[in-house]
């Protein structure tokens, strides 16, 4: 059985302690390559991540690259206040990262439906 925590409470349990999607996003977020005019502006923060950086944990965990001109080699793309936002076609890391993201926001949108509370009311 599996179970949300960092200990396990029975000896056929396995704990597992994730991050949040929100957690999850953000993290993605940090590592957007945003315009220089968007930051100065102050629309947005800088990017954290580097995507050229030599250490793979210090690199996006999806490296989604922005120009003002429509990418020629993009895996999934998609243009913002006149800048195009990309994840290019030979990235295979990003692409594998973001096909397992798109997975995970299918099985949380596949999930049972909040339930209404029931009331019961004598009727004597």
């Known amino acids: ?23 999850i996003l953000m993290q993605i977020a940090a590592g957007i390559e945003v315009p220089p005019q968007d930051v100065a502006a102050g629309r947005t ?3 954290f991540d580097v995507p050229q950086a030599a250490a793979p944990q210090d690199r996006p965990i999806v490296a989604i690259r922005s120009a003002v001109d429509r990418p020629s080699s993009a895996y999934a793309a998609v243009q913002y206040h006149g800048t195009w936002y990309w994840i290019d076609d030979h990235d295979f890391a990003a692409k594998r990262a973001f096909t397992f993201l798109m997975l995970f926001f299918a099985l ?7 339930q209404v509370p029931v009331l019961t009311i004598p009727a004597s």
């Open 108 to 114: 949380a949108a596949t999930g049972i439906p909040g």
């Open 45 to 47: 923060l800088a990017s």
């Open 1 to 23: 059985m599996l179970s949300f925590g960092s200990t396990q409470s029975a000896p056929n349990e396995i704990a597992i302690l994730s991050r949040s999607m929100v957690e």
